[in-house]
């Protein structure tokens, strides 16, 4: 499996539960890069990030296809699982480097296009046509290709190919599902959970809440997460005389809490995979006002499990913000259609890895 994820040794509970039940159907490997810990893994070749600043991942990049070809040649594996086109591409370069011939399987999680646009420094913007061309070239000459819900799906049936699989990536549910669903709070409160960068559409956010907030005065909005956008909401802070709270960053084990203590989940991206957080919030029973891009609306039904609004659009997101901080029946109705939608993607880790190692048989056979 490589990716450019970022792994900490040891691992998480969660993340132990996902490679544990991997390995008990297939001989797994990873290559990615190094989070931190000081925990060791034969399972896991993890890379240290140069201390190149901005174009360490450029660096990433490079140095992929080489690292690629090393470990094909030590671990000779029957298949490979890339996460993301651009690494596939360079995945495909590195097999042909080593001589190899492990099937390769590009892992589409969502819009190939977004990185090199909506992440990060606009340095990366520089990079965009590149990175298309590479994934259009891996979702054509990868071995096969799999998606996690219609919407990656639809990108990759535009490029001429039929998904090979179709299923979501392990979401461990368990600390969201412990306990029954807590009641909306007395204060209505709009909560943010995710990184603070443009694809996340966090100046959006900020210019919603600028037009709603004073339309329901007693309402608050808490943004978790940080990011090159973050000084965007530090003005918001400033100005928002209490009403508005940041967090950094808050525990994994608190992010059930975060959601019970809110009465709406805000999402309003310009893209989006699936949404691992709509679905967390759906396991608390709270109702989602998403932007309807990406995999937003695989997961959120319009009117029934949240309300979706156009992207980059700040008056239809203040509007739908107004609509759920002012009307608790309308966030108690679609909080308990969340709750009962969010059954289909309660998976186990068994069930994720014998996905996995139908799709590998399946490839490796053909």
Do not use: N
Not at 63 to 82: Q, T, W
Not at 136 to 165: C, K, N
Not at 217 to 224: G, H, S
């Amino acid at each position: 499996m490589v990716g450019r994820s970022r792994y900490t040794l040891p691992l998480s509970e969660s993340l132990s539960r996902k490679f544990d039940a991997l390995g008990r159907d297939l001989d797994v490997h990873v290559l990615g890069t190094a989070g931190g810990g000081h925990g060791a893994d034969a399972r896991f070749r993890l890379f240290r990030p140069l201390p190149l600043g901005k174009l360490e991942g450029a660096a990433f990049y490079a140095l992929l296809p080489f690292r690629v070809a090393r470990e094909l040649r030590a671990f000779r594996p029957d298949a490979v699982l890339v996460q993301g086109g651009q690494e596939t591409s360079l995945v495909l370069l590195g097999r042909a480097l080593a001589r190899s011939r492990a099937k390769v399987v590009l892992d589409v999680h969502g819009d190939w296009r977004a990185p090199t646009r909506l992440y990060g420094s606009p340095l990366r913007r520089v990079f965009g046509p590149l990175g298309d061309a590479l994934a259009r070239v891996a979702v054509r000459r990868a071995d096969a290709v799999r998606t996690i819900s219609a919407y990656t799906s639809g990108l990759v049936r535009a490029e001429g190919v039929e998904p090979a699989a179709v299923f979501p990536a392990f979401m461990d549910l368990e600390p969201f599902l412990e306990s029954e669903p807590a009641l909306l709070p007395e204060r209505p409160v709009a909560l943010f959970i995710g990184v603070l960068e443009r694809y996340k559409a966090v100046d959006v956010l900020v210019e919603a809440w600028q037009r709603a907030g004073p339309r329901v005065p007693d309402a608050e909005l808490r943004i978790i997460g940080r990011g090159t956008m973050g000084a965007v909401v530090e003005r918001l802070v400033a100005e928002s005389a209490g009403r508005v709270t940041w967090t950094a960053s808050v525990p994994g084990d608190a992010i059930a809490g975060a959601l019970d203590a809110a009465t709406v989940l805000v999402l309003p991206s310009r893209s989006e995979g699936l949404g691992r957080v709509v679905v967390e919030a759906f396991c608390r029973g709270r109702g989602v006002l998403g932007s309807r891009v990406g995999g937003i609306p695989d997961l959120v039904t319009d009117g029934e499990t949240g309300i979706l609004v156009s992207p980059d659009d700040p008056e239809a997101l203040a509007d739908a913000l107004v609509r759920f901080l002012a009307d608790p029946s309308l966030a108690q109705r679609t909080g308990a259609a969340a709750r009962r939608a969010v059954e289909p993607w309660l998976a186990t880790p068994e069930d994720y890895a014998q996905a996995v190692r139908e799709l590998v048989e399946r490839v490796v056979a053909s």
